[in-house]
Nanobody, 116 residues
């Protein structure tokens, strides 16, 4: 059974930091591209960051460049999203995604709220 389980969300003040984790099981994690998406109320789901299977290449949406870092530990079957200098506009449900060819798996999401 394929599972992606996000954790690490919560309430944080503007300028604060959070680290999200995505624990994967049920597939060969090290061969999949990992992605983080987010969805705010009333908005379409947005791709935030991605990292290739070996961790050599990363990409970010412009709004988070310089603040967020995606990483992975293939030995632990886990992907991460380090979020620094958080802004209220970052408030959303964050989802991890694993993709390889026609396979596309999603986690259940974790809430991130940035508010003073």
């Amino acid at each position: 059974q394929v599972q992606l389980v996000e954790s690490g969300g919560g309430l944080v003040q503007p300028g604060g930091s959070l680290r999200l984790s995505c624990a994967a099981s049920g597939f060969t994690f090290s061969t999949y591209t990992m992605m983080w998406y987010r969805q705010a109320p009333g908005k379409e789901r947005e791709l935030v960051a991605d990292i290739n299977s070996r961790g050599f290449t990363t990409n970010y949406v412009d709004s988070v460049k310089g603040r967020f870092t995606i990483s992975r530990d293939n030995a632990k079957n886990t992907a991460y999203l380090q979020m620094n200098s958080l802004k209220p506009e970052d408030t959303a449900v964050y989802y991890c995604n694993a993709k390889k060819g026609l396979s596309n798996y999603w986690g259940q999401g974790t809430q991130v709220t940035v508010s003073s």
